[in-house]
């Protein structure tokens, strides 16, 4: 029986590769999908190929630090890949259509080249994206996959671009909603920057001339006014940067990602924002897999890779372990205390009359409806905290220069 070296990931991203015995190439991919791995390349042989690295390798290679399509050019590329196949082209056609019209971006038209080589050479359109890990998702690959097992790869890429579109919109909602607080904070730091190195310094050196006692105050703000400029200033900063080094070093490493996922779910105000956010997330993801026709153990695990919480996460991995039937999800995910019971009843809704993703549509409503009311309380309540607190230290510097103002004109007319 002929041996073949492959290489292939696995459902996290890894590369795994190694040697299997099968009857044919063909074979050998039903093997692979057998052990769970996405396969990028499979050839015949115990070793790995010789000779010069492919496009599709070298593209590979250069993206393993970014994506090589943004979300953007993603949901560009499956729409008019979607609208190509249902006017009737074939999957080479479409692929070698949008190569010519995608001259002005060299990484796509790189990409869509080496998708079209890899059909012509045979290979299934999922297997050509799961040979782009760093584009291509989990979710993408195995609806795609799914898509093609059905016949229906044109409505395959039509709930990919619905589905996308519904979390980038998810997304810029948080995003525009942190925007305008973003702004007050920045702007009001900048002032009080701006004042503290600026504006006292001059007022101090004044009030020395003039020889007088100051208020208590006054002095505090002058104290504090020298604490930031000079070089006790730039050992602040460099103190601050440290600080932040080392949180950003913190939260990047797996405890301080569980701890701070933790706290989100946990902190008031904010905790809802995470939670609707996230529940919105596991909600679309899974619905979309599902009426794709993926296996739910399947579809499970790569939703707890997009779900975006590493606890929900965590949670959603446990009721897969805890899941014998391969159908019934509710009960696992009811056990865990982690999701609420409105979503496991309404989930459990869904098994019982056998519609799993219109249950998780109306899951999905029902959490994005509540994400767009947490988040005007969460504005309520932040915007006049923020202007409140900006406008408390600006106060209080006005009434301390004012203070010292007010004695020393007392001072000249006695």
């Given at each position: 029986?002929?041996?073949?070296?492959?290489?292939?990931?696995?459902?996290?991203?890894?590369?795994?590769?190694?040697?299997?015995?099968?009857?044919?190439?063909?074979?050998?991919?039903?093997?692979?999908?057998?052990?769970?791995?996405?396969?990028?390349?499979?050839?015949?042989?115990?070793?790995?190929?010789?000779?010069?690295?492919?496009?599709?390798?070298?593209?590979?290679?250069?993206?393993?630090?970014?994506?090589?399509?943004?979300?953007?050019?993603?949901?560009?590329?499956?729409?008019?890949?979607?609208?190509?196949?249902?006017?009737?082209?074939?999957?080479?056609?479409?692929?070698?259509?949008?190569?010519?019209?995608?001259?002005?971006?060299?990484?796509?038209?790189?990409?869509?080249?080496?998708?079209?080589?890899?059909?012509?050479?045979?290979?299934?359109?999922?297997?050509?994206?799961?040979?782009?890990?760093?584009?291509?998702?989990?979710?993408?690959?195995?609806?795609?996959?799914?898509?093609?097992?059905?016949?229906?790869?044109?409505e395959a890429l039509e709930r990919l671009v619905r589905h996308y579109q519904r979390?980038?919109?998810?997304?810029?909602?948080?995003?525009?909603?942190?925007?305008?607080?973003?702004?007050v904070l920045t702007v009001g730091g900048l002032t009080v920057v701006f004042i503290?190195?600026?504006?006292?310094?001059?007022?101090?050196?004044?009030?020395?001339?003039?020889?007088?006692?100051?208020?208590?105050?006054?002095?505090?703000?002058?104290?504090?006014?020298?604490?930031?400029?000079?070089?006790?200033?730039?050992?602040?900063?460099?103190?601050?940067?440290?600080?932040?080094?080392?949180?950003?070093?913190?939260?990047?490493?797996?405890?301080?990602?569980?701890?701070?996922?933790?706290?989100?779910?946990?902190?008031?105000?904010?905790?809802?924002?995470?939670?609707?956010?996230?529940?919105?997330?596991?909600?679309?993801?899974?619905?979309?897999?599902?009426?794709?026709?993926?296996?739910?153990?399947?579809?499970?695990?790569?939703?707890?890779?997009?779900?975006?919480?590493?606890?929900?996460?965590?949670?959603?991995?446990?009721?897969?372990?805890?899941?014998?039937?391969?159908?019934?999800?509710?009960?696992?995910?009811?056990?865990?205390?982690?999701?609420?019971?409105?979503?496991?009843?309404?989930?459990?809704?869904?098994?019982?009359?056998?519609?799993?993703?219109?249950?998780?549509?109306?899951?999905?409503?029902?959490?994005?409806?509540?994400?767009?009311?947490?988040?005007?309380?969460?504005?309520?309540?932040?915007?006049?905290?923020?202007?409140?607190?900006?406008?408390?230290?600006?106060?209080?510097?006005?009434?301390?220069?004012?203070?010292?103002?007010?004695?020393?004109?007392?001072?000249?007319?006695?």
């Amino acid at each position: 029986m002929p041996t073949f070296h492959y290489t292939a990931r696995t459902r996290d991203g890894r590369r795994a590769e190694g040697t299997l015995e099968a009857a044919d190439r063909h074979a050998a991919l039903l093997e692979l999908q057998r052990r769970q791995l996405i396969p990028v390349r499979v050839h015949e042989g115990g070793a790995p190929a010789p000779g010069r690295p492919t496009l599709g390798e070298r593209l590979r290679r250069g993206s393993r630090r970014r994506p090589a399509l943004s979300l953007r050019a993603l949901l560009q590329f499956t729409q008019e890949l979607s609208d190509l196949l249902s006017s009737g082209m074939t999957l080479g056609e479409a692929l070698h259509a949008m190569a010519r019209r995608a001259s002005g971006d060299t990484t796509a038209t790189a990409l869509i080249t080496d998708l079209r080589d890899q059909i012509i050479r045979g290979s299934s359109l999922s297997d050509a994206l799961a040979s782009h890990p760093e584009t291509f998702p989990p979710l993408y690959v195995s609806m795609v996959r799914a898509g093609e097992a059905a016949g229906s790869l044109a409505e395959a890429l039509e709930r990919l671009v619905r589905h996308y579109q519904r979390a980038q919109e998810t997304r810029e909602r948080i995003l525009m909603a942190l925007t305008y607080p973003a702004i007050v904070l920045t702007v009001g730091g900048l002032t009080v920057v701006f004042i503290m190195v600026v504006v006292i310094p001059r007022f101090a050196a004044i009030f020395a001339e003039l020889g007088s006692t100051l208020p208590l105050p006054t002095r505090i703000l002058i104290g504090l006014s020298r604490a930031v400029t000079g070089v006790r200033g730039l050992v602040l900063l460099a103190v601050l940067a440290a600080a932040g080094l080392a949180i950003r070093r913190t939260l990047k490493s797996e405890q301080g990602r569980e701890w701070w996922h933790r706290m989100q779910l946990r902190l008031p105000l904010i905790r809802d924002v995470a939670a609707a956010a996230a529940y919105t997330q596991f909600a679309q993801t899974l619905g979309s897999l599902l009426a794709n026709g993926v296996p739910v153990l399947q579809a499970l695990s790569i939703v707890e890779h997009t779900v975006g919480n590493r606890v929900i996460a965590r949670e959603i991995r446990e009721a897969r372990q805890r899941v014998t039937d391969g159908s019934t999800i509710s009960g696992p995910l009811a056990a865990g205390k982690v999701f609420p019971p409105l979503l496991t009843d309404m989930l459990a809704v869904g098994e019982r009359t056998g519609d799993m993703p219109g249950a998780l549509n109306h899951i999905a409503r029902h959490y994005e409806a509540q994400l767009d009311r947490t988040l005007k309380l969460f504005l309520t309540v932040l915007e006049p905290l923020l202007i409140v607190t900006i406008a408390t230290i600006v106060g209080f510097v006005a009434i301390s220069m004012l203070a010292a103002v007010f004695d020393l004109t007392s001072g000249l007319k006695a």
